[in-house]
């Protein structure tokens, strides 16, 4: 027993901690081995020693090859360690798992579910010999066959025929009736521009002028004002989308104003003429003198929205004002540097005059012109009371002190 163990290496030498070494080597060795070993049934346990052997006997012959004799496991030359070394690749190699074993269970799933798949790949096969056997080969079965493929055809080529005569029908009836578009009012035609609000038609053969209802842009040919900003842009804008163009007629109220003018919303190519100004920035909502309007929320939404984008009147701070256009705040100036004052007298006459001819006038307010003084309890609404203060000449004149200390034109601002 002591010659083997002086063999084993390790304890070859006389050396103690050489020894120590070397122990707790093939301690931690066994350790790793013994688990392995022992795992499963008893019989797997057997056989997993079994490999471990042929392992260890065909390392060690590999190892006496080179070296020419492992004593300890008395290979004592090259030609036992190629006997060992053969012997121990068969053993590895034809070794069976062991019957009940884990190893051989899962072998045998394994070879099971090979099985399957064959049987499977076979029965397919079958069908696949089944189908095309099936399949018609006869001339007769092809003959019938082709023969149901024409009266298809034809059927096919019958319900085209019906479907095309039904659409030709449908539409020589259209033909026959066309649909008109929504009617806006009488037809006419554009004969002339004036500026951005203002234009001359041609109506059942005769020329008339007309006021386009709720919008103001900017004076271009006014004979006492000079060129507005903005008012150019709004007249040049009326005359590429109205000159010449046939147009519908939209009535609101009162047809004509005092003046004979006829007052109107302008239909062009399906679009209301007098919102494009609004949504423009080149015109303001104004002359409101005889609601409810039509399209008066309409109009209000497209303002609106070109006063938040800024365009156009929009763009210039304190430019667009209640009672109409100001380059700066109070009156305008003229060229030499004077106040102006007689353009607002002007403006408020014609306010005046705009609010007539929208189909206002001192019997539709609430109270008489030339009656007893009134002040902000006389009324029911700021735009009852805004009417009265316009028709009395504000914001030039103030006769009856309803603007009150801040004189900005707007009126009993406290009222609904």
Not at 42 to 64: C, E, K
Not at 107 to 117: F, G, R
Not at 200 to 228: A, Y
Not at 365 to 378: F, H, M, S, V
């Amino acid at each position: 027993m002591k010659n083997f163990i002086k063999q084993v290496p390790g304890f070859r030498s006389d050396t103690t901690w050489k020894k120590v070494i070397a122990s707790i080597g093939y301690i931690f060795l066994l350790l790793g081995v013994l688990p392995i070993v022992f795992q499963g049934t008893l019989v797997d346990s057997l056989w997993n020693g079994a490999q471990i052997i042929a392992m260890i006997a065909f390392v060690a012959a590999v190892i006496a090859l080179f070296k020419g004799n492992v004593k300890l496991l008395h290979i004592v030359n090259r030609k036992v360690a190629l006997l060992v070394l053969v012997v121990s690749l068969i053993a590895a190699g034809a070794m069976p798992f062991p019957a009940g074993s884990e190893q051989a269970e899962v072998q045998e799933t394994d070879q099971a579910e090979n099985n399957e798949l064959e049987a499977e790949k076979a029965a397919e096969k079958e069908i696949a010999n089944l189908e095309q056997k099936e399949k018609p080969t006869s001339e007769q079965d092809t003959a019938q066959n082709q023969e149901k493929e024409v009266s298809k055809e034809k059927q096919s080529v019958e319900q085209e025929n019906e479907s095309a005569a039904e659409e030709k029908e449908q539409s020589a009836k259209k033909t026959a009736t066309p649909q008109k578009q929504t009617d806006h009012g009488p037809d006419a035609q554009v004969t002339r521009v004036v500026d951005g609000d203002t234009v001359k038609i041609n109506l059942n053969g005769q020329e008339e002028t007309v006021r386009l209802l709720l919008v103001d842009t900017p004076e271009t040919k006014h004979p006492s004002k000079p060129v507005q900003p903005f008012g150019p842009e709004a007249s040049s804008f009326a005359k590429e989308e109205l000159a010449g163009k046939k147009i519908e007629v939209e009535y609101d109220g009162p047809k004509r104003g005092k003046y004979g003018r006829l007052l109107a919303y302008i239909w062009v190519d399906g679009k209301m003429f007098n919102q494009m100004l609004l949504e423009e920035g080149l015109a303001r909502l104004a002359y409101v003198y005889d609601p409810p309007y039509t399209h008066y929320q309409e109009y209000m939404k497209a303002q609106n929205k070109a006063k938040d984008k800024e365009k156009g009147i929009w763009s210039r701070d304190g430019y667009v004002r209640d009672d109409g256009f100001y380059y700066g705040r109070g009156t305008e100036k003229d060229s030499s540097g004077n106040n102006n004052s007689s353009s607002t007298e002007e403006k408020a006459s014609e306010n005046e005059a705009n609010a007539r001819e929208n189909g206002s006038s001192s019997s539709t307010l609430k109270y008489d012109l030339n009656g007893p003084d009134r002040d902000c309890g006389d009324f029911d609404t700021q735009q009852q009371a805004q009417d009265f203060f316009e028709a009395a000449g504000g914001p030039a004149k103030d006769p009856h002190r309803l603007d009150g200390r801040d004189g900005d034109g707007m009126v009993c601002e406290s009222l609904p």
